[in-house]
């Protein structure tokens, strides 16, 4: 169950980390989403949120259901892969449009862009891919739940890891 769970959102943890991979070393699209704009005094969203990570997350999201696709004969898993592409796209514009979100609500509380705010960073773009990649077809409330929990988890350890592989700046 955990490891099914896994399987299918991989694409949207994909989706997530990729941004933060190639930061600094593409410049191309390094405009921010809310394009530097605030609201009531504060950015909208913050300069962390930019139209290379929508690129970049979408793209590494349609990379991993395309590889899943080809793997279908290999895994006998319950998604039909065919629509790699639709799927692909749900699950990484759903990951970057849920991360945005929280992002626009951690401004609203204050939060500067870059800071934690556990627990929502861990489970803000599976929630977003969730809900998009339903419009296409609904996993089920038991993966939905399991999916849930393993972000938050496997987030934090990520993270942790890329802090003290100097990654990152921040531990959380
Ligand atoms: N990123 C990006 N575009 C996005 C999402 C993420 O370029 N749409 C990159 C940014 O360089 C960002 C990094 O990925 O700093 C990590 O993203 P995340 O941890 O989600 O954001 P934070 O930097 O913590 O910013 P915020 O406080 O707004 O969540
Ligand atoms: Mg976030």
């Known amino acids: 169950m955990i490891l099914e769970a896994f399987y299918l959102f991989i694409p949207a943890f994909l989706a997530n980390m990729a941004p ?37 997350g979408i793209s590494a999201a349609m990379g991993a259901t395309y590889l899943q696709y080809l793997m ?3 895994i006998d898993g319950l998604v039909d892969y065919s629509s790699w592409g ?3 796209f749900l699950l990484g514009l759903g990951a970057i449009v849920g991360d945005a979100l929280e992002s626009f609500f951690k401004r609203r509380v204050g939060i500067k862009p870059g800071r934690p705010w556990v627990p929502f960073d861990q489970i803000d773009f599976i929630i977003g891919a969730l809900i998009f990649v339903s419009l296409y077809s609904f996993p089920g409330w038991d993966i939905a739940i399991t999916v849930i929990l ?6 934090i350890l990520v993270n942790h890891l ?9 531990r959380w």
């Not at 593409?26 to 990570?53: E, Q």
């Not at 393993?150 to 987030?155: I, T």
């Not at 890329?162 to 700046?169: E, N």
């Open 20 to 56: 933060v991979l190639v930061r600094g070393r593409i410049r191309m699209l390094d405009i921010p989403l809310d394009f530097g704009k605030n609201f009531l005094g504060k950015p909208i969203l913050g300069n962390n949120k930019t139209f290379r990570g929508l690129a970049i």
């Open 72 to 74: 279908m004969p290999y």
């Open 86 to 88: 639709v799927i692909g």
């Open 150 to 155: 393993l972000s938050f988890f496997l987030h």
């Open 162 to 170: 890329a802090y003290y592989m100097g990654i990152r700046k921040e």
